[in-house]
């Protein structure tokens, strides 16, 4: 076997090194980066345009979706709903919102968010949109400069909103009467705000409520103005008979505040807001002019106070001068008697005391405490007192007149006591019912068992009587009446002879005719004769010319 040559070491080729080359990526991966920076770019941007995170607490979710719900502000969405779960204590629901980062400014302590969904309440019917687009979340931004990113949310929809011209005003009530948030406020029964808010005062004696007055009707609430409630009808039952007023159906519906300046106060400037007021009961309380002098007296009337009231009218003829304050009952041991005491407030500054001087100019007495003891001193001196009557025969109410009566006794005002005892007269539906009272004492003087005794005989004579005349007239017509029926007879018969004689084809009637005729005819000859001989009386002696004889 041949054995091959072996290459000479100088026959083989020598290894030539490549050149290095740069790193390069290869063209598949440039698609995947690209990608994935456009990505990192939209997601950086996303979270900044998010802006910041919210958590709004309320005390269910009904209505609310997470991914779903919007936030809007003025019907516009600033935000989107994130999260939605039940907060530790289980006693909330805490909304995860992310609001729109050029709203950031919003977010701010005195802001406000609520759940907008349909809602019926005495006031109207609100939110029906959200039937079809869903229920949403609206805001309320405030103008505090404290950011804040939690809040409370509110369960009722706030009744003013911070961009609505107005201001608000504390009113202090013994009680809210039928009013509530979102009661109408009135001026002059035009819409002009409405309650916002009531609280109970600490100690529970008396409320504290909110309302918001609408511009421009802000501007009319001044010092001098005056608040009461005009709630529901407002229905009053007074000596002037029964009143009804009202200040719209809405007031009657859901209640209603009312205000305005009395009619005799000057216009003033408008006060600022949160300035404080009291709210009457009525319009007639809230009006009434302020009296700066009260006193207060004590009257005894002997008769019954039925149909008297607390807040009954002092009247002095016509003009309210007081009220009724307390009506009581006092027991006098030592006569063993009853008194009821009427306690009334009387304003003196409405009677005023003139003097005239010589010249005829009349003064104004100045109105002091001793002016007005003097003014009251002579009104009961020349015979002014008070007495119960009736104002109204309808409703049975009664009031305090004041008057002058000329038979009374002489009397005065005691000013020892306190208070001061003004002096009183009964009144005339008193003493006609002591007259009443009189003659029913009389009444029971009178024996009626022997009147009725002799009523009883008497009656028993009398039906005597009549029976003997019943006798009589059946007599009368037994006997007497047959003959006089016979004489009638008789009488027309005669009547009938009469007639006969009488008529015009009678026959003497026919000869008193023929009669008369004749006696006509030569009462004509005989005025003929008379007249001829008055004209030739000479006819007499000689005869009528041509007469030969």
Do not use: C
Request: proline share 5%; aromatic share 6%.
């Amino acid at each position: 076997m041949a054995e091959t040559p072996t290459a000479a070491p100088d026959d083989l080729p020598e290894a030539v090194p490549d050149r290095p080359r740069r790193g390069r990526l290869p063209l598949v991966w440039i698609l995947p980066a690209l990608v994935i920076v456009i990505g990192a770019f939209v997601v950086v941007q996303q979270k900044l345009a998010q802006g910041p995170r919210v958590d709004i607490s309320f005390a269910d979710a009904d209505g609310l979706e997470a991914n779903k719900t919007k936030i809007r502000y003025k019907d516009v969405e600033i935000g989107d709903v994130t999260d939605i779960h039940v907060s530790k204590d289980r006693k909330q629901v805490i909304v995860t919102a992310r609001i729109h980062r050029d709203a950031k400014d919003y977010l701010v302590a005195d802001t406000r968010f609520w759940v907008v969904r349909p809602r019926v309440t005495g006031g109207g019917v609100s939110g029906l949109g959200t039937l079809v687009s869903g229920s949403y979340i609206s805001v309320d931004v405030g103008h505090s400069s404290t950011e804040r990113f939690a809040f409370d949310g509110l369960e009722v929809p706030p009744i003013v909103t911070s961009d609505l011209p107005g201001r608000e005003f504390v009113l202090h009530a013994a009680d809210i009467g039928s009013l509530g948030v979102g009661s109408t406020v009135f001026y002059r029964h035009i819409s002009a705000g409405q309650v916002v808010a009531y609280a109970l005062d600490p100690g529970g004696a008396s409320v504290t409520i909110k309302v918001f007055v609408y511009a421009p009707y802000d501007g009319f609430v001044t010092q001098s103005t005056r608040f009461w409630q005009a709630s529901g009808i407002d229905m009053a039952i007074d000596s002037e008979g029964v009143k009804l007023r009202t200040e719209s159906l809405s007031s009657i519906l859901e209640g209603g505040i009312a205000f305005q300046a009395p009619p005799t106060a000057a216009a003033g400037a408008p006060v600022p807001a949160d300035t404080s007021f009291t709210l009457y009961t009525d319009r007639e309380r809230a009006v009434r002019q302020a009296d700066t002098e009260v006193r207060t007296f004590i009257m005894y009337f002997g008769g019954s106070l039925r149909g008297l009231s607390v807040g009954a009218p002092v009247d002095l003829r016509g003009i309210t001068i007081g009220e009724v304050k307390s009506l009581s009952v006092e027991y006098e041991r030592s006569e063993g008697s009853l008194r009821f005491p009427v306690e009334v407030d009387i304003f003196p500054q409405r009677i005023r005391g003139r003097t005239r001087h010589a010249d005829h100019a009349a003064v104004v007495e100045e109105n002091s405490e001793t002016a007005s003891r003097a003014l009251i001193d002579s009104l009961v001196a020349h015979g002014m007192r008070a007495e119960i009557k009736t104002g109204n025969l309808l409703t049975g109410q009664k009031y305090v007149a004041m008057d002058f009566h000329n038979e009374v006794h002489p009397d005065h005002v005691g000013w020892d006591a306190h208070p001061a005892v003004f002096p009183t007269t009964s009144g005339a539906l008193d003493e006609i019912q002591d007259s009443v009272g009189s003659i029913a004492k009389k009444l029971d003087k009178v024996p009626f068992d022997k009147i009725s005794a002799r009523l009883i005989s008497t009656m028993t004579a009398l039906e005597e009587t009549l029976k003997n005349a019943d006798r009589l007239i059946q007599q009368v017509d037994g006997t007497i009446a047959p003959e006089v029926s016979a004489t009638l007879q008789e009488a027309q018969g005669a009547m009938k002879n009469a007639k006969n004689v009488l008529a015009q084809d009678a026959p003497l009637q026919t000869d008193l005719s023929a009669t008369l005729l004749q006696l006509s005819r030569a009462a004509k000859s005989v005025s003929a004769l008379v007249d001829y001989l008055e004209r030739h009386p000479e006819a007499l002696i000689r005869g009528k010319p041509g007469d030969t004889r």
